[in-house]
């Protein structure tokens, strides 16, 4: 076997620690291209989600055995969530 091998052992592994330092360096090269780290498809994504999303506004209490509670958004839509079943309108959980 040794004599069906035409390197060495530490020139084998000199050579795979060389092109694995160029993948990292042509990755990172990659990845500095981005913008937070994200391509410009999945930042497309997150900016249509959190706009469909908005920001809590009023939360109100429906039920208390239940742990039953109303949300209100900033965009207008009305969630009930209930802790208790870990179920939401939303339907996220």
């Known amino acids: 076997m040794c004599s069906?091998?035409?390197m060495s052992i530490p020139?084998?592994?000199s050579g795979h620690i060389q092109k694995l330092g160029l993948k990292v360096d042509k990755r990172k090269m990659e990845l500095e291209k981005l913008k937070n780290g994200v391509g410009d498809r999945i930042e497309k994504k997150l900016r249509k989600t959190?706009?469909?999303i908005g920001s809590v506004?009023?939360?109100e209490l429906f039920?208390?055995?239940l742990?039953?509670?109303g949300v209100l958004l900033t965009n207008n839509h009305?969630?009930?969530v209930n802790l208790a079943e870990r179920k939401c309108s939303c339907k996220w959980w």
């Open 57 to 59: 506004v009023d939360v």
């Open 67 to 69: 742990g039953e509670y």
């Open 63 to 65: 039920n208390t055995a």
């Open 78 to 80: 009305s969630l009930v």
């Open 50 to 52: 959190l706009a469909n």
């Open 4 to 6: 069906l091998r035409r």
């Open 11 to 13: 020139w084998l592994v």
